[in-house]
């Protein structure tokens, strides 16, 4: 456990390191005070190509903090940022600074952090914007339907090498968990769309395995929430 005093130790190591490509500090119990020594760290790391400081508790502050290193970093191809407890003004900011940098983005994990449809649509934007994404998890949030046909219709554009997409947990119904579907379906080469723990009606669920009857195994497992 590292914890704000241990990341604000690592901070200093850090910001000596321009040509880090690779950090990671996750599952550290790093709070907001810890997060925002990182993120201001980090702006001196502009050659990273891969962040993981998934699990942590950063809140919104430490969010918009690593938003303005985000912006700086146009070689990352894989960021982490999964339960960080950024709800929607922090994955906003980090959305918005990832659509101006990053162009080559593959994989984009900000599971767990408590985003509505509000925070949508910035996040629909910058995946948007992705055109090398290959995995995308945005599970256990609150996107709904609304939410869920934001993302969707984001992917709907290109996106040839998109093979796995997590949208489990979101509260979605039939109407978003059908679009998803029809999009990630006609991705060559897709591999694996997870939709399972949302409130989807059985006619939906029939609806969508229907959809992906051709190739069943691109499909995870459905269970309802009641």
């Known amino acids: 456990m590292t914890g704000d005093e241990g990341a604000i130790a690592i901070s200093d190591i ?7 490509e690779d950090f990671r500090c996750s599952s550290t119990r790093v709070g907001t005070d810890g997060g925002v020594a990182l993120a201001e760290a980090l702006k001196t790391c502009t050659r990273l190509k891969k962040l ?9 502050g430490a969010g918009v903090a690593l938003s303005k290193a985000l912006s ?3 070689g990352l191809t894989e960021v982490y940022l999964s339960y960080l407890n950024l709800e929607d003004d922090g994955a906003e900011a980090l959305a918005n600074a990832l659509k101006e940098s990053a162009p080559s983005l593959e994989v984009l994990d900000m599971a767990g952090n408590d985003i509505t449809a509000k925070g949508t649509a910035s996040l629909a934007a910058c995946i948007a914007s992705k055109q090398f994404l290959s995995k995308l998890n945005l ?7 609304e939410g869920a046909i934001l993302i969707g219709k984001s992917l709907g554009e290109g996106h040839g090498q998109l093979n796995e997409v997590d949208m489990s947990t979101n509260a979605i119904r039939r109407a978003g968990a ?3 579907a ?8 897709f591999k694996l769309l997870n939709i399972n723990g949302n409130f989807i009606s059985d006619e939906g669920i029939d609806e969508i395995k229907e959809l992906f009857k051709s190739s069943p195994d691109m499909l995870g497992t459905i269970a309802v929430q009641h």
């Open 52 to 60: 993981d400081l998934r699990d942590n508790m950063f809140g919104v």
């Open 178 to 180: 059908r679009l998803l």
């Open 72 to 74: 700086l970093f146009a």
């Open 182 to 189: 029809q999009v990630v379906v006609k991705i060559p080469g």
């Open 14 to 20: 850090v910001k000596r390191s321009h040509a880090l």
């Open 139 to 145: 599970a256990e949030n609150e996107l709904k339907d």
